[in-house]
């Protein structure tokens, strides 16, 4: 039987990631076409816990499509991750009659929402994070604006590059997620791409730039991922010195989570969070919201959760154990294909970058 909803809230938690405003739009305008009551709460799960809860009505969220970041705001909030900030946001819920939630974020951000519905909130999460790494779904809201605000950077330096024969080594964010690396520096025409997924052989690059330079190529870009302090500069330096071409460094930096979103991250928003709002109205919980193959599909959360902990490495003692064998399989099987997928485009960089 069909759970009754009469109040639902919706949260943007964890970094900041263009196509959530569309998220939170899609979630309120779905809701309220099913009889639904909308608020919303702001700064994250911060405002669950410090009762920063304001009402959604259709014209509430009107003007926000084109805009990047979140209109309801976002923060990291330590408090949640104790049993008693957990405790007074499910109190604020049953203070505001809230029913259920939809929480669009990161791995962090599920991990909140599994505690919610563990304690008598049900929650479904709707992945967004501009790095792409949540192992479940093939795609996470903000990574397409993302890569789309990197390559219009990385073309102005590349500008300057050819007039001055230079290189610029650029950092770009992902941390231990790749994704916009290696596919910017495709789009680019990088000579090089350093990310985590794949071995990086610094000398076997400084001899390609050799090899180029004296066959007439006059600008390098070589991208880097974030996450290994003063790496970039460090290397930057290398190169000029190994190489004898003038090499600069950029950092991009928190400037590519801003900006308008793309077509691809407003419809995807759209699609999961139509989708969410039909899994919660129908009594489901915990749930991951994902696109898979290209269609929208839901996982189960915790599901999700242990798979991207076997993707990082990052799996705990017990963390299998009421899995079967074939849920198992399934979860390496996605592992699999998504470490396939970073071998298939650096061999394709290698092709083609030079």
């Known amino acids: 039987m069909e759970k009754k909803f009469k109040k639902i809230a919706v949260i943007a938690s964890g970094g900041d990631a263009p196509g959530m405003n569309n998220v939170l739009r899609a979630v309120t305008r779905s809701a309220i076409e099913h009889g639904v009551e909308?608020?919303?709460?702001?700064?994250?799960?911060?405002?669950?816990?410090?009762?920063?809860?304001?009402?959604?009505?259709?014209?509430?969220?009107?003007n926000i499509i084109n805009l990047g970041g979140t209109f309801l705001y976002s923060a990291r909030c330590p408090?949640?991750?104790e049993e008693e900030g957990?405790?007074?946001?499910?109190?604020?819920?049953?203070?505001?009659?809230?029913?259920?939630?939809?929480?669009?974020?990161?791995?962090?951000?599920?991990?909140?929402a599994t505690d919610l519905s563990?304690?008598?909130?049900?929650?479904?999460?709707?992945?967004?994070?501009?790095?792409?790494?949540?192992t479940a779904t093939?795609?996470?809201?903000?990574?397409?604006?993302?890569?789309?605000?990197?390559?219009?950077?990385?073309?102005?330096?590349?500008?300057?590059?050819?007039?001055?024969?230079?290189?610029?080594?650029v950092e770009v964010m992902g941390r231990d997620a790749g994704g916009i690396a290696i596919n910017t520096a495709i789009a680019c025409g990088a000579v090089g791409c350093m990310i985590n997924e794949m071995p990086?052989?610094?000398?076997?690059?400084?001899e390609k730039m050799r090899k180029?330079?004296?066959?007439?190529?006059?600008?390098?870009?070589?991208?880097?991922v974030e996450g290994n302090p003063h790496y970039s500069e460090a290397f930057a330096k290398r190169i000029e010195e190994a190489t004898g071409i003038e090499t600069k460094f950029a950092r991009l930096a928190h400037v590519v989570r801003g900006g308008s979103p793309t077509l691809r991250d407003r419809v995807t928003a759209a699609r999961m969070s139509t989708r969410a709002v039909e899994e919660l109205l129908a009594g489901k919980s915990d749930l991951v919201v994902c696109e898979c193959g290209g269609k929208i599909v839901t996982k189960d959360i915790n599901f999700a959760l242990i798979t991207d902990r076997m993707y990082k490495n990052k799996l705990r003692e017990g963390d299998l154990d009421k899995y079967s064998e074939e849920e198992i399989a399934e979860m390496k099987?996605?592992?699999d294909a998504k470490h396939q997928n970073f071998i298939d485009l650096y061999k394709i960089m290698d092709e083609i970058s030079y």
Not at 38 to 55: A, F, Q, R, S, T
Not at 88 to 107: E, M, P, Q, S
Not at 212 to 224: C, M, N, P
């Open 333 to 335: 099987a996605t592992c």
């Open 212 to 224: 180029l330079r004296a066959e007439g190529k006059r600008q390098f870009i070589v991208v880097v």
């Open 86 to 112: 957990m405790q007074t946001a499910v109190a604020t819920c049953k203070k505001h009659g809230i029913d259920g939630i939809i929480v669009c974020g990161g791995d962090g951000t599920f991990r909140g």
């Open 118 to 134: 563990n304690r008598g909130i049900p929650t479904i999460g709707i992945p967004g994070t501009i790095d792409n790494d949540i």
């Open 79 to 81: 408090e949640f991750k």
């Open 38 to 62: 909308v608020v919303g709460v702001k700064g994250g799960y911060y405002g669950l816990i410090h009762d920063e809860i304001v009402p959604l009505g259709a014209r509430d969220v009107s």
């Open 200 to 206: 990086f052989d610094e000398e076997a690059l400084m």
């Open 138 to 169: 093939d795609y996470t809201i903000g990574f397409d604006t993302a890569m789309n605000t990197t390559v219009q950077m990385i073309d102005r330096l590349r500008d300057t590059c050819l007039s001055h024969a230079r290189c610029n080594v």
